[in-house]
Each structure stands twice: as C-alpha cells, then as structure tokens.
C-alpha cells in the first residue's frame, strides 16, 4: 500500500517533461478553437444580446460561465485521448513500468490536464478585457479568489477525466459521456444565469442544480470576477 501511494519527485517532473513536450504540436490549435469559441460568445452576451433587454454588464457576468467551463470542455478531449491510448498505443502501459508507484503516474496525469486548462483559463483573461473593454474592471476581480477557484475547478475536472475514462468501455462510447454527463452538466449549470435568479423563476430546479458541481464553479467564478 505505500508503494501504491508514495511519491517520486523526480519522476513526476520527468513525466511532466515529456507530457509538456508531446503537448507542442497540438496546443496552438487547442487554443484557437478554444478561444474562437469563447470570444464569439464573450463578445455576443456582451453588445449583441443588449438589444434583446440584456444588462450592459452581461458579457462579464458570462465571462465568469465560459471560464469555469474550460476545464469541463477540456475534461471531454482529455477523455478522448487517454481512452485512445487505452485502446491503441498504451503508453501508460510504459509509465506504470518506471520505479515509481501508481499514485506518481496518475497525479502526472491530474496535473498535466489540470494545467492546460489552467493555462487557458489564464489567457483568456487579457482576450477578455481588450473584448469587453471598460465592460469589463480589472480592479473590481478578487484576484486570490479567482485563482483557487480556477485552479480547484481545474483539478477537480482533472481527476473527474481519469475516473470517466476508466467508466468509458471504448471510444465510440465517448458520445454518451458528453451528451448524458458533460452538456446537462454544463448547460444546468449555470453558464447563462445565476443560481439566484434561478431560485426565483423556477425554485424546483435551482435546488436540484445544488447536487450539480458546476453551480458551484460558475457562482464561484462570477463571485471573483464581479
């Protein structure tokens, strides 16, 4: 059992190396699409949607569900790629060989996903601004506040991504993961609308979303930003 758990340190920044290099190639593309996605929407909650009765503050208020959504989002092509190399190359195969215990390998695994996303995260924010420009006051972020919660959330959908993957029996059952778990999880969850103004429209539901962990990351969000 200490095998299983103890920790190499040495190992793990070698495993992080190599996760970091693989991760050149794909990365700026990771980030286009990403951020394609998110300043479309930023940008449209943010001028458009005003002539339809929307607050002028609505696009930062948004802001707050786009950013506890990178970790969700990524946690879904994370899966994918771990569940192919459970199925095609297995590299993991290799990793669990090393002189070092489980616990070493898989937090490798946590903190690798965790940190794209948290990278993301991050530099979404400078887009943010020059979208949103006085829309959007620096000064009024709780910066320590947004910090924990993008991290926890991060690590939170990190780990989620191993055991999901571990309930995926192959690939092509990947689909299931996102329409039955990922989208009601995301679209409930209050990425267009608060928990409050949710338990005033339809009381019923707002305490069934209390059972939902991404109430919590967009409130958590919102609550920094704004």
Sequence with gaps: MKKIFQFNFDIFKQLMLTKFTNLKSTFKDKLINFYIWAASTIFVTGYIMQAFGLSQDFGAFQLGGVLASVGLFELYTNAVTFVSDLEGDRSIDYYLTLPTSVFTVFFSYIVYYASISLIIGIILLPLAKAILLDKLVLSNIAWF??????????LICATATLLLSALTPAIEKLDILFVRFIFPLWYF???QYSWFSLNEKVPW???IMLINPMTYATEGMRAALL
Excluded at 145 to 154: G, Q, S
Aim: overall charge positive.
């Design 205 to 207: 539901l707002s305490y």
């Design 189 to 191: 969850g209050g990425f």
């Design 145 to 154: 506040k947004l910090l924990f919660f993008t991290v926890l959330i991060n």
